[in-house]
C-alpha cells in the first residue's frame, strides 16, 4: 500500500473507509490522508461519506495534536447535526485536548443534564476525571473517576470495557482487591479473553495471591492455542515468565500446599523460557544470555 501522503484521492477515500471499519486507529496516515482530499478540494464529491469521514478525522487529528484541522471537522459536523450527542463528544474532546478540564467537565454535566442516559458523554466525563489526576483542575481524579465508573456499572453491568477500565483505575490506586473483582465480572462477559485472564493473573501477583496467580497463569498458556512461532511472544510469553515467578514465591515461602506440584509448574516454565523462548536463533544474543542468567539464578 502505498503512504497515506502520497495516495491518490480515490485511495485516500478508499483507505479511510477501510479504516473506519478496523479496530486499529492509524491516526498519522487518517491525518494525511485527509489532507490528500482536503488539497484536491474532494470533500464535497463524497456525498453523505463526508459525515463518518469529518467525525473520523477530527479524532485522528485530535490525536496528531492537530487542533485546527480537528476544529474544522468538529465546526462542520455541529452545522450539519447540531444535538448529535456524538459531535457533542467531539467538542467536549476538544477542550480536553487544551488541557481545559474543568470547561470539559462542565460541558458534559451540562449535556448530562440535556440527556443523562446520554452514554457517549458519560463515558467522556469518565475521561475527563481520569485527566484530572495530577492537575491544578478542581472536582476530578482518579477517585472520582472510579466513583462514576462504578455508578455506571452498576447500570450497564454487561459493558465488558467498562470493567477492564475500572480495574485499570483501581490498580493505578493500588486496591488491588477490588481490581481482581473487576478483572473477574469482565472475564465473565468475556471468558474466551485471554488477556483479561493475563491481566487477572498479574493483579493476583501484585497482591501477593500467588497461588490464585498460578492457576490464572495456566489458564493463559491453556488459552493459547496458536502456532509455535507465535506462542514465544505476546501473552503466551508473558504467561510463562509470570508463572515462573509465581512458582519461585510460592517455593520460596515455605508455605506452599502442594510442593511437589508447583516444583513440577517451576521446572516446566524454566524449561518453556530456557527451550521455546530463549533458546533458539530467533531470541538476540545478548536478551538470551540475560534471561538464562535469570533463570539459573532462580533455579
Request: charged content about 25%; hydrophobic content about 45%.
Amino acid at each position: 500500500m502505498a503512504s497515506a501522503a502520497s495516495m491518490t484521492p480515490s485511495a485516500a477515500i478508499e483507505f479511510l473507509a477501510q479504516q473506519r471499519r478496523r479496530p486499529e486507529r492509524l491516526s498519522l496516515q487518517t491525518v494525511q490522508a485527509a489532507e490528500t482530499l482536503l488539497r484536491a478540494a474532494q470533500l464535497e464529491t463524497m456525498g453523505d461519506e463526508m459525515w463518518p469521514f469529518l467525525e473520523q478525522v477530527a479524532i485522528a487529528a485530535l490525536d496528531c495534536g492537530r487542533r485546527e484541522l480537528a476544529e474544522l471537522c468538529t465546526s462542520r459536523l455541529n452545522t450539519r447535526f447540531p444535538d448529535s450527542a456524538r459531535v457533542a463528544s467531539l467538542q467536549g474532546m476538544l477542550l480536553e485536548a487544551s488541557q481545559e478540564y474543568e470547561k470539559a467537565l462542565a460541558f458534559y454535566d451540562a449535556e448530562l443534564k440535556k440527556d443523562e442516559g446520554n452514554l457517549i458523554i458519560v463515558k467522556r466525563r469518565i475521561a475527563v476525571l481520569k485527566s484530572m489526576e495530577g492537575t491544578t483542575a478542581r472536582g476530578g481524579g482518579i477517585q472520582e473517576a472510579i466513583k462514576a465508573l462504578t455508578a455506571y456499572v452498576d447500570t450497564y453491568y454487561a459493558d465488558a470495557e467498562a470493567w477492564a477500565e475500572l480495574a485499570a483505575l483501581y490498580s493505578e490506586v493500588h486496591m488491588y482487591p477490588q481490581a481482581i473483582f473487576a478483572l473477574e465480572e469482565q472475564i465473565l462477559l468475556q471468558p474466551q479473553s485471554g488477556f483479561a485472564v493475563l491481566q487477572l493473573a498479574e493483579t493476583q501477583y501484585t497482591a501477593a495471591r500467588y497461588e490464585e496467580a498460578c492457576t490464572s497463569y495456566l489458564r493463559v498458556l491453556e488459552m493459547a492455542h496458536v502456532e509455535e512461532g507465535v506462542r514465544k511472544t505476546g501473552p503466551w510469553m508473558r504467561a510463562v515468565w509470570g508463572l515462573k515467578m509465581t512458582t519461585s514465591k510460592l517455593l520460596s515461602s515455605g508455605v506452599v500446599r502442594d510442593a511437589a506440584t508447583t516444583q513440577r509448574l517451576d521446572a516446566l516454565a524454566t524449561e518453556l523460557l530456557s527451550s521455546r523462548v530463549y533458546g533458539g536463533a530467533g531470541a538476540p544474543a545478548h536478551t538470551r544470555k540475560a534471561a538464562l542468567a535469570v533463570l539459573s539464578a532462580a533455579r
